[in-house]
């Protein structure tokens, strides 16, 4: 069995050459070098800045929404042959919702679900009401404030989604952030820029001196972490802590420093009271190796804008969104089996009900044919207490604390059958 990973478009445009060249040395500092301060150069360039939301030279990335995502799936999963019996798709967060567009979608009169064995879901369903029409082209009010509509994307921008209050900066700074705690968890490194982040990120007003580790564990641990969609658990720092209000979520508590003169260490999660899911050198790797990796500087509105257009699926044929190029209505047809894990962000398996309602029985022409939504083989709920909402896909794969590597392993090997070889 193989397991192949389909990059972002966004990722190209991500100046890595410090990252790289950090890599190549094995000296997270190189990086620091490059982007904080230019004090290095990468093959005689220095770096030059980060991309504008606006900046017109990016303008094609308005179009970088669902049909251009799902077409980069298919272009992948269709160099499979007989993929329908061979390809298990899955999709972690708003991955989840992008899996199950592509197996309801219509290209050219063929079902994305019929080139699909089966489905996996990630913490993340495709849910809610859609978006009107007119929210879809002039704007709506989100969670982190007003968002532009596709009109005015198209027209000036944004182009992409920073993170708000932070910016695109704190994205490159935590991967050099994971590259110290990936090489040298025990060292304590002396980061201004680090540290201003660590300020907005935990509402402090000093940050203390702390390893690698627990820069890392500050940034990410779900005790710790402000924002919902990046934390693991990642065991528990070592020095004198307090609750503090998160400024990014209304009526939530954060664990932060007590102080700014005691140096923090880190309890790494297999060794924490009681063991948690994510190791910091595997959650480390997975937030900052190059060339892909889980840090996106430039998320694409487009996508966020298309996917609360489709909200649950229910699309008809004569909907305004298929007007639009969102084709996604074949998703009472879909007939494949489907894995859906939930953790934090989804809360329970009841999240999942209204995409086990909406699908049709397993196909004739796949195991378990035939087989309704109510049976475990056609669809397979499990909610894992305590695991954050990254945990799913970084927890360690060691057969006790993280049962999603191996409820994966066995729903694919259950809903696929034989070898295929996948020529150049």
């Known amino acids: 069995m193989e397991v192949w990973a389909i990059d972002r478009r966004s990722n190209l445009l991500e100046d890595l050459r410090g990252m790289d060249a950090a890599d190549a040395l094995g000296d997270p500092e190189v990086a620091a070098g490059y982007y904080y301060d230019h004090s290095v150069t990468v093959g005689g360039a220095s770096f030059g800045g980060y991309l504008s939301a606006t900046d017109p030279s990016i303008s094609y990335m308005s179009e970088w929404g669902l049909a251009s995502t799902v077409a980069d799936l298919r272009a992948v999963v269709t160099r499979v042959p007989d993929s329908r019996h061979h390809v298990v798709l899955i999709g972690h967060s708003l991955g989840a919702t992008i899996v199950e567009a592509y197996a309801a979608w219509d290209f050219d009169g063929t079902p994305g679900y019929r080139s699909v064995a089966a489905l996996g879901v990630l913490d993340g369903v495709a849910n809610g009401t859609p978006s009107t029409e007119a929210a879809w082209h002039t704007g709506f009010t989100s969670a982190f404030g007003p968002a532009a509509g596709v009109d005015d994307t198209r027209r000036a921008g944004p182009f992409f989604t920073a993170?708000?209050?932070?910016?695109?900066?704190?994205?490159?700074?935590?991967?050099?952030?994971?590259?110290?705690?990936?090489?040298?968890?025990?060292?304590?490194?002396?980061?201004?820029?680090?540290?201003?982040?660590?300020?907005?990120?935990?509402?402090?007003?000093?940050?203390?001196?702390?390893?690698?580790?627990?820069?890392?564990?500050?940034?990410?641990d779900d005790r710790s972490c402000p924002l919902a969609f990046a934390r693991m658990s990642l065991g528990q720092p070592v020095g004198p802590v307090r609750m503090a209000a998160n400024a990014f979520m209304a009526g939530e508590q954060l664990v932060v420093p007590a102080n700014g003169t005691t140096t923090f260490a880190w309890t790494d999660a297999p060794a924490s009271t009681p063991p948690e899911f994510s190791t910091i050198a595997g959650a480390a790797?997975?937030?900052?190796?190059?060339?892909?990796?889980?840090?996106?500087?430039?998320?694409?509105?487009?996508?966020?804008?298309?996917?609360?257009?489709?909200?649950?699926?229910?699309?008809?044929?004569?909907?305004?969104?298929?007007?639009?190029?969102?084709?996604?209505t074949h998703d009472a047809d879909v007939d494949v089996p489907v894995l859906a894990v939930s953790a934090a962000l989804t809360g329970g398996t009841s999240a999942f009900d209204g995409m086990r309602a909406r699908l049709a029985p397993v196909g004739s022409d796949l195991p378990n044919a035939g087989a309704a939504r109510t049976v475990e083989a056609a669809f397979h709920a499990v909610f894992v207490p305590g695991m954050s909402h990254l945990d799913a896909i970084t927890g360690a794969d060691d057969g006790t604390r993280n049962p999603v590597p191996g409820l994966v392993d066995a729903f694919a090997r259950a809903t696929t059958a034989g070898v295929v070889t996948v020529g150049p």
């Open 163 to 220: 993170l708000p209050i932070l910016g695109v900066q704190a994205l490159a700074i935590s991967e050099i952030v994971g590259r110290r705690a990936a090489l040298h968890p025990d060292a304590v490194v002396a980061d201004p820029v680090r540290d201003r982040v660590l300020r907005l990120l935990l509402g402090v007003t000093a940050v203390p001196p702390m390893s690698n580790a627990a820069a890392m564990g500050f940034s990410f």
């Open 285 to 328: 790797g997975s937030w900052s190796t190059s060339p892909t990796n889980f840090s996106e500087w430039y998320f694409p509105s487009r996508i966020t804008l298309d996917a609360a257009a489709v909200g649950g699926l229910r699309i008809t044929s004569d909907a305004w969104q298929v007007r639009e190029g969102l084709r996604v």
